[in-house]
């Protein structure tokens, strides 16, 4: 079973910039997509980014099309998520996401194990 932990939520002004990072143990994490969701307060859990197994494709919702850029590095089975130009509506908790079969193209329904999440700020 993979463990997934993020790292790098904080308070940041309009305009600023966060970089969150997720680590991943427990399982060979080069075979796997990799994701990113949000949930602000009182909403339900959304898609934000993903990234395929081999780094080659990447897919993000258009609320964050053009700031954010996910990334990954499976040397250290770690994924990035670069927020650039933040908005108050990016105010919320930040879940690194990992699909349960390895390999093929990245679907956001398959994301199924979540780490405990980041809270990203956004103060205006």
């Known amino acids: 079973q993979v463990q997934l932990l993020e790292s790098g939520g904080g308070m940041v002004q309009v305009g600023g910039s966060l970089r969150l990072s997720c680590a991943a143990s427990g399982r060979t994490f080069s075979r796997y997509s990799m994701g990113w969701f949000r949930q602000a307060p009182g909403n339900e859990r959304v898609f934000v980014a993903a990234?395929?197994?081999?780094?080659?494709?990447?897919l993000y919702a258009d609320a964050v099309k053009g700031r954010f850029a996910i990334s990954r590095d499976n040397t250290n089975s770690t994924i990035y998520l670069q927020m650039n130009n933040l908005k108050p509506e990016d105010t919320a908790v930040y879940y690194c996401a990992a699909p349960n079969f390895p390999f093929g193209v990245i679907s956001v329904r398959d994301f199924a194990s979540w780490g405990q999440g980041t809270q990203v700020t956004v103060s205006s």
């Open positions: 990234i395929s197994w081999n780094s080659k494709n990447t």
